[in-house]
């Protein structure tokens, strides 16, 4: 879960190199996860989604895997590139409707 | 297609002042969202909806108020401004609980800074 008060964590890679970014969840009851981007002065963006009974999911460039017994997301970003440059946030949503952010991480991409 | 709107894009208040930070969407979806977001911090749930004429607090309902009279519209009033509501407010809607095939939809954000 997200400490109050702590700022988001940095990521820089090398362009062309493979990303990792992780979150921990804290509701054992979410039954549905979610990765955003967010680009400076804009509001989320979809990326990729995976549902609480699989453990991987892959997109274009993207994979994401879920490991319920640890409460562990992550997402796997191939060959980054510049405008891979972003916040990423985890979220996660349950039964009640909520749809919860988790802390996000900011990654720099170096050309 | 206008998606999810936001008015106003930014605003200065001074302490004790009120506002109605507006959020509008054209896609018919039941679901609407309201988070804030700190300099340098994630997104923390205020307030959601699930359906017109139903709200229920989110991570962080101290000092707001929402209302959701249609379905279009769910708009965050602040009624004292504080200098701890300096933020970037987003709104979000979906059709329905966000699960595979239902997105959220996140509006531009609105920048508050309260003086």
């Known amino acids: 879960g997200e400490s109050v008060g702590l700022h988001l964590p940095t990521l820089s890679v090398q362009e062309g190199d493979n990303s990792i970014i992780n979150c921990a969840y804290s509701?054992?009851?979410?039954?549905?996860f979610i990765w955003y981007k967010q680009e400076s002065g804009k509001g989320p963006q979809f990326i990729i989604d995976?549902?609480?009974?699989?453990d991987k999911r892959q997109g274009q460039r993207v994979t994401v895997l879920l490991n319920k017994t640890v409460k562990h997301l992550s997402l796997q970003i191939a060959a980054t590139q510049p405008g891979d440059s972003a916040v990423y946030f985890c979220a996660e949503t349950n039964q009640g409707g909520k749809l919860i952010f988790g802390q996000g991480t900011e990654l720099s991409v170096k050309p | 297609n206008a998606g999810v709107t936001q008015t106003p894009k930014f605003r200065i208040l001074k302490i004790g002042q009120s506002m109605t930070l507006q959020c509008t969407q054209d896609?018919?979806?039941?679901?609407m969202y309201w988070y804030r977001q700190d300099p340098g911090m994630g997104l923390k749930l205020i307030y959601y909806?699930?359906?017109?004429?139903?709200?229920d607090k989110g991570e962080v309902p101290n000092g707001y108020n929402v209302s959701r009279s249609t379905t279009e519209d769910f708009p965050l009033r602040l009624e004292l401004a504080a200098p701890s509501q300096t933020s970037v407010y987003f709104c979000a809607s979906s059709y329905s609980q966000v699960l595979m095939n239902t997105e959220a939809f996140f509006g531009q954000g609105t920048r508050l800074t309260v003086v």
């Open positions: 896609m018919n979806h039941n679901y």
């Open positions: 509701n054992s009851a979410s039954d549905y």
């Open positions: 995976i549902r609480s009974n699989m």
């Open positions: 909806s699930v359906g017109a004429g139903i709200t």
